[in-house]
């Protein structure tokens, strides 16, 4: 899911709980905001940081460089999850909207 940079923390908990997300990718600008959440993402097994100062945490740009050029694209179906955006809230919490391949 793809999140903006101006939420609150109290939005992206809600969002990182919700959506019991296995590994998160973030700016490293906004890795303060994030660090406290993740003792409450009990799902969480990655953090991926963007940017140079990752604080212990996995870089980005490290994991693309030891990827393969090639790879097999996964098998999928036109209905599949392609990937979740979020309300903006505004009659309560952020809800999840799935987008499918096909849209």
């Known amino acids: 899911m793809a999140v903006s940079a101006i939420l609150t923390a109290k939005e992206y908990e809600h969002m990182l ?3 019991r997300a296995r590994a998160l990718i973030v700016s490293a600008s906004l ?7 993740l003792s409450k993402a009990h799902l969480l097994r990655h953090m ?5 100062d990752a604080l212990g945490h996995l870089r980005f740009s490290e994991l693309l460089e ?4 090639q790879f ?21 919490a952020p809800k999840g909207t ?3 391949m096909r849209a």
Do not use: M, N, Q, R
Request: hydrophobic share 35%; charged share 15%.
């Open 31 to 37: 890795l303060p905001v994030f660090a406290p959440l």
């Open 48 to 52: 991926i940081v963007s940017g140079e």
């Open 66 to 69: 030891k990827g393969d050029s």
């Open 17 to 19: 709980l919700d959506s």
């Open 72 to 92: 097999d694209p996964a098998p999928t179906c036109a209905d599949d999850t392609c990937f979740w955006l979020y309300s903006s809230g505004s009659t309560g």
């Open 98 to 100: 799935v987008t499918h």
